[in-house]
């Protein structure tokens, strides 16, 4: 119940593209919903959260999609550039006795964005 | 931009010896945390820490793991007696307060022999 899915595993964007990275929950108590983006050698950087009361939060490029009663998330990179070539994870977390530390990812997905 | 920084980043150790592993969290952050990420699979929460004491704390986190904060800067983990299946990047977060986002580390690479 604690598991966080995440599809696909990898995926191939054209330049300009859309890519969409989705994923799944079971925990309702999951009250937070952050994506973090990781490049080769370096740690996971926070690229845009989401919490439960609304359906949709937009940051520059970054969209999430939030849709509560299927318990799902998704991640959309509009105009997907060459410099968006990373591994993406989402995560969720309950709001415990120390807020939403309790981080927990999917399994990532290593997005390549073509020239 | 302030930064996690972890040290070292990467570790070689014998099996059964023990290893401590260094971070210094955001100066104004008051919350610490751990994770690891075993190659290949998801990135793991461990343990959480504030007022110099574990908050949560994760089935991984078990006897072998302990955290420490030894002084105004550094935030550590220790592992005793560790085994090949601790052979794991750990990443360092902190976060400003329980419900900021947690701003991560680049990770110590721990392999162990």
């Known amino acids: 119940q604690q598991q966080v899915k995440q599809s696909p595993q990898s995926l191939i964007v054209q330049k300009g593209g859309i890519s969409i990275i989705n994923c799944a929950y079971e925990?309702?108590?999951?009250?937070?919903f952050p994506w973090y983006q990781q490049f080769p050698g370096k740690g996971p950087a926070l690229l845009i959260a989401?919490?439960?009361?609304?359906s949709e939060k937009k940051e520059g490029r970054f969209t999430i999609s939030f849709n509560k009663s299927a318990k799902q998330f998704s991640l959309h990179i509009m105009d997907s550039q060459p410099g968006d070539s990373a591994t993406y994870f989402c995560a969720a977390s309950p709001e415990g006795n120390s807020g939403y530390s309790t981080l927990t990812f999917g399994k990532g997905t290593m997005l390549l964005v073509s020239p | 931009e302030p930064e996690v920084t972890q040290t070292p980043s990467h570790q070689v150790t014998q099996m059964g010896q023990e290893v401590i592993l260094r971070c210094v969290p955001i100066s104004n952050h008051l919350y610490f945390y751990w994770y690891r990420q075993i190659l290949g699979q998801k990135v793991e929460f461990l343990v959480s820490f504030y007022n110099n004491e574990i908050s949560e704390k994760s089935e991984i986190f078990d006897d072998q793991f302990s955290v420490e904060r030894p002084d105004g800067s550094n935030f550590t983990l220790k592992i005793r007696s560790t085994k090949l299946e601790d052979s794991a990047m750990y990443f360092c977060?902190?976060?400003?307060?329980?419900?900021?986002?947690?701003?991560f580390g680049d990770g110590t690479r721990l392999s162990i022999l």
């Open positions: 977060a902190s976060s400003r307060t329980a419900n900021q986002p947690q701003h």
């Open positions: 925990n309702t108590a999951f009250d937070y």
């Open positions: 989401i919490r439960p009361d609304v």
